[in-house]
């Protein structure tokens, strides 16, 4: 299995000769893998994880192209029919050869009166967890863990107690596309810190970055 950094929040996952996008939104540089993905999961509908244009763009140049999201993604992509599928916490899916179990239900709170939006995690062949915008712990364990970095309803001690919660055996920093050159120096600092303490490798992926997993 193959995980590839396409920018902010968006990352593919590849397996032999197929492959899934996870969350091409706004700020990633997601247009090359859309052209050849499998299929497309996202986990719910903020810009920088959902960019409905670019989305609809690469369905209408490729028809067998599909998408599995939360229910206001659906809703928003609901004249695509069954291209289109919700799922939600407790399901599992099997997505063009991958086996896709579903974690989560709530964004992480952004506002102190307002309730929060829906949020789909997704877990692949039980190796790689997103889990987009909030601190999902699975029921099962997750070896390769894709660690939300930065973000505005997000600080520094969640990314440590997060990290503690899961102990995967490898993370990889996304959601960093908010962050200046010095923003991301701090950020790979405490990710560092947060694997160091676990005798495991965390680190960031550039943009555009492959890496190989030794699946089980």
Same mark, same amino acid.
């Given at each position: 299995?193959?995980?590839?950094?396409?920018?902010?929040?968006?990352?593919?996952?590849?397996?032999?000769?197929?492959?899934?996008?996870?969350?091409?939104?706004?700020?990633?540089?997601?247009?090359?893998?859309? &052209?050849?993905?499998?299929?497309?999961?996202?986990?719910? *509908? #903020? /810009?920088?994880? /959902?960019?409905?244009?670019?989305?609809?763009?690469?369905?209408?140049?490729?028809?067998?192209? *599909?998408?599995?999201?939360? %229910?206001?993604?659906?809703?928003?992509?609901?004249?695509? +029919? +069954?291209?289109?599928?919700?799922? +939600? #916490?407790?399901?599992?899916?099997?997505?063009?050869?991958?086996?896709?179990?579903?974690?989560? *239900?709530? #964004?992480?709170?952004?506002?102190? $009166?307002?309730?929060?939006?829906?949020?789909?995690? /997704?877990?692949?062949?039980?190796?790689? /967890?997103?889990? +987009?915008?909030?601190?999902?712990?699975?029921?099962?364990?997750?070896?390769?863990?894709?660690?939300?970095?930065?973000?505005?309803?997000? %600080?520094?001690?969640?990314?440590?107690?997060? &990290?503690?919660?899961? %102990?995967?055996?490898?993370?990889?920093?996304? #959601?960093?596309?908010?962050?200046? $050159?010095?923003?991301?120096?701090?950020?790979?600092?405490?990710? &560092?810190?947060?694997?160091?303490?676990?005798?495991?490798?965390?680190? %960031? =992926?550039?943009?555009?970055?492959?890496? $190989? =997993?030794?699946?089980?």
């Amino acid at each position: 299995m193959r995980l590839t950094k396409l920018g902010h929040a968006c990352v593919q996952i590849g397996k032999d000769d197929r492959s899934l996008v996870i969350d091409p939104g706004s700020f990633s540089e997601a247009s090359g893998a859309l &052209a050849t993905a499998d299929a497309v999961l996202i986990t719910h *509908e #903020h /810009f920088d994880h /959902f960019d409905a244009d670019a989305l609809r763009a690469a369905m209408a140049q490729r028809p067998a192209l *599909e998408v599995w999201t939360s %229910r206001v993604v659906a809703e928003n992509l609901a004249d695509l +029919g +069954g291209r289109v599928h919700q799922v +939600g #916490h407790g399901d599992a899916v099997t997505i063009a050869g991958f086996d896709v179990h579903v974690y989560g *239900e709530d #964004h992480e709170l952004m506002h102190p $009166d307002l309730p929060p939006i829906p949020n789909t995690g /997704f877990l692949i062949d039980g190796e790689v /967890f997103h889990p +987009g915008d909030a601190l999902t712990v699975p029921s099962e364990p997750v070896p390769t863990l894709c660690l939300p970095g930065n973000a505005p309803w997000m %600080r520094a001690i969640d990314l440590f107690n997060y &990290a503690r919660e899961i %102990r995967p055996e490898r993370a990889f920093a996304i #959601h960093d596309g908010l962050l200046n $050159d010095v923003g991301l120096m701090v950020m790979e600092r405490h990710l &560092a810190s947060a694997g160091e303490e676990q005798g495991k490798e965390f680190r %960031r =992926l550039a943009p555009g970055t492959s890496v $190989d =997993l030794a699946t089980k």
